[in-house]
């Protein structure tokens, strides 16, 4: 029985993907590497520590993780003011439909809770989640299964009873890794991401409300 619809953001309920290319093109830039967007699709859905972690180990670059992130959180404020973000086409519909239906939702995402709770303030949409939790607060990020574990457990539902809706490929091993079905929502903005693992792959989350959730086969 679905209880409960777990959210990743980035790229599913906006599309942020490209303000976080630009600002860590912006970070790794002041540390001498130029980067392009096909040296970051890799890190989409991955945790911002793991993520720095890798790239400074690959580019021997000059800051610690922790300078590094402090850097990168820094420039994502300021980017939040020049970038006009909306929820993406089709999000509030599914989540006032969830709602009405009595289904809990939740987000799921790999970014700090800082940018999680400013972006879903400014999109209007904060009060339909029930939870929130960032990869940062888990021992491990995506691909493993703990930050959909733990908002399981947050929430009261068990993994069988969730659903998560994805938008790459890490999300999608974490969300099967957790025993949950998933969605994959195949957006351009997020790369090239292979979803084929997921329960369903839909181009617009218009496709979505609750029978069709309701419906989705394991």
């Given at each position: 029985?679905?209880?409960?619809?777990?959210?990743?953001?980035?790229?599913?309920?906006?599309?942020?993907?490209?303000?976080?290319?630009?600002?860590?093109?912006?970070?790794?830039?002041?540390?001498?590497?130029?980067?392009?967007?096909?040296?970051?699709?890799?890190?989409?859905g991955v945790s911002n520590p793991d993520m720095w972690k890798d790239l400074k180990g690959k580019h021997e670059?000059?800051?610690?993780?922790?300078?590094?992130?402090?850097?990168?959180?820094?420039?994502?404020?300021?980017?939040?003011?020049?970038?006009?973000?909306?929820?993406?086409?089709?999000?509030?519909?599914?989540?006032?439909?969830?709602?009405?239906?009595?289904?809990?939702?939740?987000?799921?995402s790999s970014s700090p809770r800082f940018f999680i709770e400013t972006v879903l303030e400014i999109t209007g949409?904060?009060?339909?989640?029930?939870?929130?939790?960032?990869?940062?607060?888990?021992?491990?990020?995506?691909?493993?299964?703990?930050?959909?574990?733990?908002?399981?457990?947050?929430?009261?539902?068990?993994?069988?009873?969730?659903?998560?809706?994805?938008?790459?490929?890490?999300?999608?091993?974490?969300?099967?890794?957790?025993?949950?079905?998933?969605?994959?929502?195949?957006?351009?903005?997020?790369?090239?991401?292979?979803?084929?693992?997921?329960?369903?792959?839909?181009?617009?989350?218009?496709?979505?409300?609750?029978?069709?959730?309701?419906?989705?086969?394991?």
């Open positions: 029985m679905l209880r409960a619809v777990i959210f990743d953001m980035d790229g599913v309920i906006v599309d942020s993907e490209p303000i976080h290319f630009e600002v860590d093109k912006r970070v790794l830039k002041k540390c001498g590497i130029i980067a392009d967007d096909e040296m970051l699709f890799p890190y989409v670059l000059p800051m610690s993780v922790d300078e590094l992130m402090a850097l990168q959180s820094e420039l994502k404020l300021q980017a939040l003011n020049e970038f006009g973000l909306e929820a993406i086409d089709g999000i509030k519909e599914l989540l006032a439909d969830l709602k009405h239906n009595d289904i809990a939702a939740a987000v799921a949409i904060r009060a339909f989640f029930a939870d929130v939790l960032s990869g940062e607060e888990v021992d491990r990020g995506k691909p493993y299964p703990d930050i959909f574990l733990k908002t399981a457990e947050m929430l009261g539902v068990s993994p069988e009873e969730c659903i998560v809706i994805e938008d790459s490929e890490h999300g999608v091993k974490a969300a099967l890794a957790a025993g949950m079905k998933c969605i994959g929502f195949a957006n351009p903005n997020s790369g090239s991401q292979d979803l084929s693992m997921a329960s369903s792959i839909v181009n617009s989350i218009r496709e979505l409300d609750y029978e069709y959730l309701k419906r989705l086969p394991g």
